[in-house]
């Protein structure tokens, strides 16, 4: 009992509120970070890079979105609008004015960040569908703006010059997409390694309590309005970079593409299915998806597109009925059991 | 007097459920909001936390005025607010789950002392600290909800039928521990259902009926008054 007390007070002056991760999962994280840099020496076909690749870029993106959804509690449906700002603010910055799309980059953070606030002050007031619904509309919207101005070239969407000089500077590889694989698996570790520390932090720990119950959060004194803005900027600016990247890595900006709810509801269907408001819940299932729609294209040709769509459907609804809380949740629990036992 | 609540109105949007209500809370003082079901008693409490909006009258803290005060900027005075049915945080841990009540920087200053205090008034929330809160029984999770509200180092506990649903052995070591806060200077506002058990560990009461104030005094007198009886059975 005394010791108890104790190891409380203690936790409370070193702030560990979450424990340690456990030696184990340091080895296996370190095995997987192996794996992911030797991956493209290992299989060096470009079909292989490619869908690695969009992997580490869709684990980004769904890592996003699970920073509003999984910590917050708030459901957008509008997450693509970051993801064209991210974009076309790297595109229209090297395309028109010659910038570095390193310079892009930063600049479409900032305006992710700061369209996070436009759309979040208002509407994070929102409680459960009604934000849903409200994101949703503000990113049909911006597409249609962006379909329809023209300095951005409307509907036609812009090309990313080509430059051969200094493909660092540039960001752009033409000869091999390893460059590629390199950056998406950095801009993706840094992601999941800011997610980690946020999840960690005081901040984060005020987050999971107002996700489970906002007024009891409040009455506790935690300002529930500015912590949701805070974590919409967090996860638009996330957002962002996996834009820029995109447009970088197929040089060609559709704002059908790029603003489409199909993108939206694509990070929540990975999210979900690997298991929302966990950490790796995303990744997993980015590596679940991902194959299965590149693979399926390939198998079916143009119409693959459709059919991968149903066997999503199909995941889901699996999932909804015997995994409510994502693929990851069946080794948790398998851990959790081994240790018990132990 | 510590809470002062003077003509308060509460509304639903058009639906007015609050009418005119004053009540004060001095300090150090034990006080029972009574009333029988949807009379007004947690829609008052709410208003005075910030949950719910005041449509018109007045709240003062310590003689400051809470209405244009968000909700996040009232916990710090010094009130804590234990909500009806609970509401612990189910997929935090007990430890954490008490944290997060020592949020402002003077508790948080004082939390590790703060949460030896609160175990020793409920030693079963020591036993289970490591556990998820959704993994306690309903007797200790309103431990907990009230352990959290402590942490906050308040100078006013205002709890929302703490008893409900609870096995009488736990509802007596709850009583217990609200005896051992009276005894420290802590002003309590219960809001409860049960008179008899209300009354019994509170000095004065207020009675609600239909959202208007029906009858107030010292607990002795409204624990015989067939007014009363009249309110909550109709007789």
Known sequence: MQGGTASMLEAAKAEHLWPRPPRWAMAIGAAAAALLLAYPFVFTSSFAHHTMILILLYALMAQSWNVVAGFSGQISLGHAIFFGLGAYSSTVLFAKYGVTPWAGLLVGVLLSAAAAVAIGVPTLRLRGHYFAIATLLIGSSVQIVFQRWEWVGAASGLYVPIERTSPWLYLQFHRSKVPYYYLMLAAAALGYLLVWKLRRSRFGFRLQALRDDHDAAASLGIAVARHKVLTFMISGAMMSVAGTFYGQYVLVLDPERLFSAEISILVLLMTVLGGSGTLWGPALGAAVLIPLSEYSRIWLGGTGRTVDLIIYGVLIVLVCMWRPSGLLSVFEERIRRRRTVS | ?235
Do not use: C
Request: glycine residues 10%; charged residues 15%.
């Open chain 2, 1 to 235: 007097m510590l809470l002062e609540v003077e003509n308060l109105e509460v509304a639903y949007g058009d639906y007015q459920v609050v009418w005119g209500v004053s009540l004060a809370v001095a300090a150090g003082e034990s006080v029972a909001l009574l009333g029988p079901n949807g009379s007004g008693k947690s829609t008052v409490v709410n208003t005075i936390s910030g949950l719910l909006p005041a449509k018109a009258g007045d709240i003062r803290f310590n003689g400051v005025s809470l209405v244009d005060r968000p909700t996040h900027a009232r916990a710090p005075l010094g009130i804590a607010h234990v909500l009806e049915r609970r509401r612990v945080f189910p997929h935090l841990t007990v430890q954490q789950n008490l944290f997060l009540g020592a949020w402002h920087s003077a508790a948080r200053a004082a939390r590790g002392e703060t949460a030896q205090r609160i175990f020793g008034l409920f030693p079963r929330l020591l036993e289970r600290q490591n556990q998820l809160a959704r993994t306690l029984s309903g007797g200790e999770q309103q431990m907990l909800a009230i352990g959290r509200g402590l942490m906050a180092l308040p100078r006013l506990l205002m709890v929302d039928e703490p008893f409900l649903g609870l096995a009488p052995q736990v509802a007596q070591q709850l009583q217990s521990v609200f005896e051992t806060l009276k005894s420290e200077g802590m002003a309590i506002l219960f809001i409860e259902q049960n008179v008899r058990l209300a009354l019994s560990m509170a000095g004065r009461g207020y009675i609600l009926e239909g959202g208007r104030l029906a009858i107030a005094g010292p607990a002795a007198t409204l624990v015989d008054s067939p007014e009363v009886r009249r309110i909550f059975l109709g007789v």
